[in-house]
């Protein structure tokens, strides 16, 4: 089973949100888990400033093809 722990950080007049998502099952887990985190928070990012956000997919899709590059394990 997985775990995911949420950390928020004062940085001045900004809060600091680090996601952190253990114990995935192999590579491939990996990078469908961060590309999906990354995907939701830079949603949430756009949001908070003001933005419109990308639509999920599209941003999934572009992020998945870097994250697949970072995790040595995954299957392409």
Not at 13 to 36: I, K, N, S
Not at 46 to 63: I, V
Request: include cysteine; aromatic fraction near 8%.
């Amino acid at each position: 089973m997985s775990e995911v722990t949420f950390e928020l950080s004062a940085r001045g007049d900004e809060v600091l949100l680090v996601v952190t998502h253990r114990r995935l099952a192999d590579g491939q887990t990996a990078v469908d888990v961060c590309t999906g985190w990354h995907s939701h928070l830079a949603i949430l990012l756009d949001r908070l400033n003001g933005r419109e956000p990308q639509a999920f997919w599209t941003l999934w899709e572009r992020l998945k093809s870097e994250y697949e590059k970072r995790v040595p394990s995954a299957k392409s």
